[in-house]
């Protein structure tokens, strides 16, 4: 079952702004999708290709997953992430919320 931990957009944005390194931005959407648009600073690792892209560097970060529209792809792998305990959380409404606002 997915948890619901998702973080508003609100949130993210305070974290970027006061951010001394320790925040990552994970979009697990294809590259194709991440090409079309992306929060400035994410990094693109597909979700089927998760668990092979994460690093122990990442254990140190806060993660913040996103897909397009939040709570699918995005909540799945941050439920993975905190799976092997990393500290994850997902974008609530996704990047298309986050272009909305």
């Known amino acids: ?4 931990d998702c973080i508003a957009n609100e949130t ?3 974290l970027l702004a006061a951010d001394s390194g320790s925040l ?3 979009d697990v959407r294809n590259p194709d999708e991440y090409a079309e648009r992306h929060i400035q600073g ?3 690792i597909p979700l089927d290709t998760l668990p ?4 122990q560097e990442f254990r140190s970060k806060q993660i913040v997953t ?3 529209k939040g709570g699918g ?3 799945h792998a941050a439920e993975m ?3 092997e305990r990393f500290n994850a959380q997902y974008l609530c409404n996704g990047t298309f919320g986050w272009f909305s606002v």
């Open 1 to 4: 079952m997915i948890q619901q």
């Open 12 to 14: 993210l944005q305070e």
């Open 24 to 26: 990552l931005i994970i």
């Open 42 to 44: 994410a990094v693109n």
């Open 52 to 55: 092979a892209g994460i690093t």
């Open 66 to 68: 996103v897909c397009g």
């Open 73 to 75: 792809r995005s909540a």
């Open 81 to 83: 992430l905190r799976a």
